[in-house]
Antibody, heavy 122, light 107 residues
Framework: EVQLVESGGGLVKPGGSLRLSCAASGFTFSSYNMNWVRQAPGKGLEWVSSISSSSSYIYYADSVKGRFTISRDNAKNSLYLQMNSLRAEDTAVYYC???????????????WGQGTLVTVSS | ERVMTQSPATLSVSPGDRATLSCRASQSVSSNLAWYQQKPGQAPRLLISGASTRATGIPARFSGSGSGTEFTLTISSLQSEDFAVYYCQQYNNWPLTFGGGTKVEIK
């Protein structure tokens, strides 16, 4: 069974940092592109960042470029999101999501974690 | 950036009725469009990819159509478990973008 479990969320002050983790199991993690998608309270979905299976290709939304860093450790079946210079508008539930395609790139998402809440407030 | 616009924002439908949801792209995204369903307190669930291909385990009452800039998600006969928010997402171009969502509520 595919499982994605996020952790690392919490309350942080504006300008602070936080590192999110996503532990994957039930599939060959190293074969899939992975992604972060967020959802502000009561709002819609916003794509944040994507990383290819071998970390060769990395993409960011303009809203987080230069502040967030996505990475992965295939040996540990884990995905990360380092978030620096956090702003109030970064407050959201952050979901880890798997790209459906293993042998090619799709960048749509067939499995999602339960999400971890990040609150940026003084 | 491809801006995705969904309409209507809210759709009131009676159980057993047909629901038609629209998603429009600001520029062509070919057939690289996905639909998701999200219920309160849950993560989104993939329904459709490639504009019209149902994901594994998705009932046949869900169907997708369209290409280019105009897309439709149709739920042929709404069941109680279908009342939720639906999002479209284009994956033709970076950045990936979602529509604002359509809430399907009980009439």
């Amino acid at each position: 069974e595919v499982q994605l479990v996020e952790s690392g969320g919490g309350l942080v002050k504006p300008g602070g940092s936080l590192r999110l983790s996503c532990a994957a199991s039930g599939f060959t993690f190293s074969s899939y592109n992975m992604n972060w998608v967020r959802q502000a309270p009561g709002k819609g979905l916003e794509w944040v960042s994507s990383i290819s299976s071998s970390s060769s290709y990395i993409y960011y939304a303009d809203s987080v470029k230069g502040r967030f860093t996505i990475s992965r450790d295939n040996a540990k079946n884990s995905l990360y999101l380092q978030m620096n210079s956090l702003r109030a508008e970064d407050t959201a539930v952050y979901y880890c999501a798997r790209d459906q395609c293993s042998s090619t790139s799709c960048y749509y998402f067939d499995y999602w974690g339960q999400g971890t809440l990040v609150t940026v407030s003084s | 950036e491809r801006v995705m616009t969904q309409s209507p924002a809210t759709l009131s439908v009676s159980p057993g009725d047909r629901a038609t949801l629209s998603c429009r792209a600001s520029q062509s995204v070919s057939s690289n469009l996905a639909w998701y369903q999200q219920k309160p307190g849950q993560a989104p669930r993939l329904l459709i990819s490639g504009a019209s291909t149902r994901a594994t385990g998705i009932p046949a009452r869900f169907s997708g159509s369209g290409s280019g800039t105009e897309f439709t998600l149709t739920i042929s006969s709404l069941q109680s478990e279908d009342f939720a928010v639906y999002y479209c997402q284009q994956y033709n171009n970076w950045p990936l973008t979602f529509g604002g969502g359509t809430k399907v509520e009980i009439k």
